[in-house]
């Protein structure tokens, strides 16, 4: 699976759209984009993930770059609830069948500011 | 709510003492995944089963550890003569399968946060 740069940490005020960026300029074509975040001292909760298109669920939308080498996560209304750490993976879903670990990084801290 | 669900939550233990966490996934959930996260880290990969079947370990699973799903539902995670850098949350996590090609979401569970004194 391709490696991810994200930011360490983030602040954004509380009502305004958090915007965290990925970096995952070797990616491959097989390679999906997942975002998932861990409130502090839980487990991580699945986001949203994407391969080409953007997508939008009920917590967030996914904008990734037309050469999918970057991608955004974006909270449209921040709450304090969202303070989390944010990890952006890429996962190749060809070889195994997707069917190995996830590869976390050290993740982008989002601190939402009252 | 059927999401994974682990017990115990939390486990305090003697340096040397056995411990063992049980993961619940979600129902007809075929595969089930084992983490380790420590303090300030991302979660690391341990193991995965597609129903019963264990069929990937990674390195960082010692002798001393060992998992099971016997009955390719529950599965446990068993430390033997736990060392003080054992302490740290153990995630499981649950997905559906796919064949490859297609995705396949890990759910994670709360986690055991074990502390070896």
């Known amino acids: 699976d391709a490696k991810t740069t994200q930011p360490p940490s983030m602040d954004c005020a509380e009502g305004r759209a958090a915007n965290l960026p990925c970096n995952h300029s070797?990616?491959?074509?097989?390679?999906?984009v997942y975002w998932y975040r861990q409130i502090h001292s839980q487990g991580p909760q699945y986001i949203i993930h994407?391969?080409?298109n953007n997508e939008t669920n009920e917590m967030a939308s996914l904008i990734i770059t037309e050469d999918r080498k970057s991608s955004t996560l974006i909270l449209p209304h921040a709450t304090l609830r969202d303070t989390a750490v944010y990890y952006c993976?890429?996962?190749?879903?060809?070889?195994?069948?997707?069917?190995?670990?996830?590869?976390f990084g050290k993740g982008t801290h989002l601190i939402i500011q009252p | 709510d059927t999401g994974v669900s682990q017990d115990p939550r939390h486990k305090i233990t003697k340096r040397g003492q056995n411990v063992t966490f049980r993961c619940d996934p979600i129902?007809?959930?075929?595969?089930l995944y084992w983490y380790r996260q420590t303090l300030g880290q991302g979660p690391e990969f341990l193991t995965y089963?597609?129903?019963?079947?264990?069929?990937?370990k990674s390195r960082l699973l010692s002798d001393r550890f060992s998992a099971e799903r016997p009955k390719g539902s529950f599965s446990t995670l068993e430390i033997q003569r736990t060392e003080q850098g054992d302490s740290a949350m153990y995630l499981c996590?649950?997905?559906?399968?796919?064949?490859?090609?297609?995705?396949?979401?890990?759910?994670f569970g709360p986690g055991t946060r074990l502390t070896v004194l």
């Open positions: 996590a649950s997905s559906s399968g796919g064949l490859a090609g297609i995705t396949d979401t890990q759910y």
């Open positions: 070797t990616i491959s074509g097989n390679e999906y």
């Open positions: 994407g391969l080409k």
């Open positions: 993976i890429v996962r190749n879903f060809l070889s195994g069948g997707g069917a190995d670990g996830l590869t």
């Open positions: 129902s007809e959930h075929n595969r």
């Open positions: 089963f597609q129903n019963e079947a264990q069929l990937e």
